[in-house]
């Protein structure tokens, strides 16, 4: 029997993922007829079905399973191994992939990056602007600027600053006298998931009745945007509140819990020129930006 390869692996890894032809062919980037040829042709060569096919999609048979975990390790030593070679590099060169917040790239990231290109001009910065944690480790990414308590433990980096919190009133909202309404009397922008359970929502719920919950969101550029057009108070995290002419600070910083902002990669990459070259030029920036990003 001619061996399997490992694009044969591949597609059932991107079949399995999806559930569907149509998902596996986009994740492959090949065509819906290929896909369901090339699957035939895995099946006839192995004398086996990998999948059952029924109006909710593709299942994995035991032999498909066998081989999705089979393909899942391979695809982690393949990550592995170009962790390994891109950490090697000596020249700040090539591509860097950084993931943060849509709050944190738009309010740090972006004019620190305009240096950086002037700095490391063979360097190209891909952002990935994502609310949710990319897996660094699957080279999702090669560096994160993430908020958190504690980073994960498969990363390394350090703490560049903590992130102050505080409650925003919109200017729109205040009385003929400038007096804004008590905290428990002001409509109020919740939290929704994944952040529901975050220092600031967790603060909200303690301090507005459930009843005073104007809006909910999932996101904290959406809280701000609602903030900023007049639907309620929010609490934001002061890098962004302080910074609007339409908002207006109405509690301390020490409101919500803060939490860290880190600047992290993976153990891997830490070595690699073009890597250390933005951890450095970063770090240096957050440095300057603490008391902005700190909230006093």
Not at 125 to 136: G, I
Not at 194 to 210: G, H, Y
Request: with cysteine; hydrophobic share 45%.
């Amino acid at each position: 029997m001619q061996p399997l390869s490992w694009d044969e692996f591949r597609l059932v890894k991107a079949i399995a993922d999806t559930r569907t032809l149509a998902g596996a062919a986009e994740t492959l980037g090949l065509n819906h007829s290929t896909v369901f040829r090339r699957l035939n042709a895995v099946e006839d060569q192995l004398g086996s079905r990998l999948f059952e096919r029924s109006r909710t999609g593709y299942a994995l048979t035991a032999a498909g399973e066998e081989m999705l975990e089979l393909a899942d390790d391979m695809a982690e030593r393949i990550v592995a191994f170009e962790r390994k070679v891109a950490g090697r590099d000596v020249k700040p060169s090539g591509e860097l992939r950084v993931t943060t917040a849509d709050t944190i790239f738009t309010a740090l990231l972006a004019p620190i990056l305009l240096g950086f290109r002037e700095q490391c001009p063979d360097i190209r910065v891909e952002v990935l602007v994502e609310n949710r944690d990319l897996n660094l480790s699957r080279r999702d990414a090669d560096v994160a600027l993430r908020a958190a308590r504690e980073p994960p433990e498969t990363l390394v980096g350090r703490r560049v600053a903590a992130i102050g919190w505080a409650a925003f009133a919109p200017r729109a909202l205040a009385a003929a006298d400038g007096r804004f309404p008590d905290l428990a009397d002001a409509p109020w922008i919740g939290y929704g998931e994944p952040l529901a359970q975050i220092a600031p929502a967790r603060w909200l719920a303690r301090t507005a009745p459930a009843e005073r919950i104007a809006l909910r969101v999932n996101t904290v550029a959406a809280a701000f945007a609602a903030a900023e057009a007049g639907l309620g108070y929010a609490v934001l995290p002061c890098l962004i509140g302080n910074a609007s002419p339409l908002l207006a600070r109405i509690a301390p910083s020490d409101a919500a819990d803060t939490s860290g902002l880190w600047l992290l990669t993976h153990p891997d990459l830490r070595h690699s020129a073009r890597v250390r070259a933005f951890l450095d030029y970063a770090g240096r920036e957050l440095t300057k930006r603490r008391r902005l990003i700190e909230g006093e």
